[in-house]
């Protein structure tokens, strides 16, 4: 018997999305608090505390707390935003975003029931689907994987919703198959994908490449999500640039016509 709410959606935008929800009288959506955008009036908003599936209901407060141990290790909120519908006909909620990327759909039926993605990729899914954690067993991908020793592990037979940086490119890799990439850049991977972190082999490269010491390994069979502008790395540019353009001084402006001369220098303070 399928324990997840079934819900309809729709996905907006190109470069920044957001994703409208349609539920039914009665349906449920969880989501990270903060990542609703907008919602009918006669949805109702819940606060949840721990992952919203339910499934640790009948634990009584044992199961509850175990539940947000879990999202208090993968680096989430001790509590969830839940989304119920209480008209007798459909009505629609949109969740947004938190930076520029894509917003992925992703059926846990279609790949085994489980999926093991980034923290702080989730962005929503359907009641039932419970948010679990993934350790990395292997000592190289938990030292230098870019997500330590614990990943997030979506379990569930409905619809989860993650999000990442840039274009996002799907992969399926065949038994043996083997994919090396940065470690920034992996979204998910089904279950059966083996994951682990390497040194690049060449010390020039390591100092001098630009690509950083290690590479993540992604070896098949299954199917991997990438992304091609992880946020950490649109973060270092930001930040990079900032102080570039500033230099300690908040009057300088990177591309100014007048060569980083302020306005207020000129009109004074008013």
């Not at 090396?180 to 972190?197: E, H, I, P, R, S």
């Not at 069979?221 to 908040?250: C, E, H, Y």
Request: charged content about 20%; glycine content about 16%.
């Amino acid at each position: 018997m399928k324990r997840a709410h079934e819900v309809d959606y729709q996905i907006f935008g190109d470069d920044i999305q957001f994703v409208e929800i349609k539920l039914d009288y009665g349906e449920t959506i969880v989501a990270e608090p903060g990542a609703m955008m907008y919602m009918d009036s006669s949805i109702e908003m819940d606060t949840v505390f721990g992952d919203g599936s339910g499934k640790e209901s009948g634990k009584g407060l044992k199961g509850m707390l175990a539940t947000a141990g879990k999202r208090v290790l993968t680096g989430e909120n001790l509590f969830t935003s839940a989304f119920t519908n209480k008209a007798p006909d459909s009505r629609v909620l949109a969740f947004a975003a938190p930076y520029p990327g894509k917003i992925i759909p992703v059926d846990l039926m279609d790949f085994g029931g489980q999926l093991v993605c980034q923290r702080d990729s989730y962005l929503c899914s359907a009641k039932g689907i419970e948010i679990s954690i993934a350790f990395q067993k292997k000592i190289g991908a938990g030292l230098f994987g870019g997500e330590g020793f614990i990943m997030q592990r979506l379990v569930g037979d409905g619809l989860a919703f993650l999000h990442a940086g840039g274009t996002i490119i799907k992969k399926e890799l065949s038994p043996g198959e083997m994919l090396k990439l940065d470690t920034g850049c992996l979204v998910a991977f089904t279950n059966g994908v083996d994951y682990d972190v390497q040194f690049v082999g060449n010390v020039k490269s390591a100092l001098f490449g630009g690509e950083g010491l290690f590479l993540a390994t992604l070896r098949g069979p299954g199917t991997v999500w990438l992304q091609s502008l992880p946020f950490s790395r649109m973060a270092d540019r930001i930040f990079s640039a900032s102080k570039k353009a500033g230099g300690g001084n908040s009057n300088k402006g990177e591309g100014s016509l007048l060569g980083g001369i302020a306005l207020g220098n000129i009109f004074g303070n008013d």
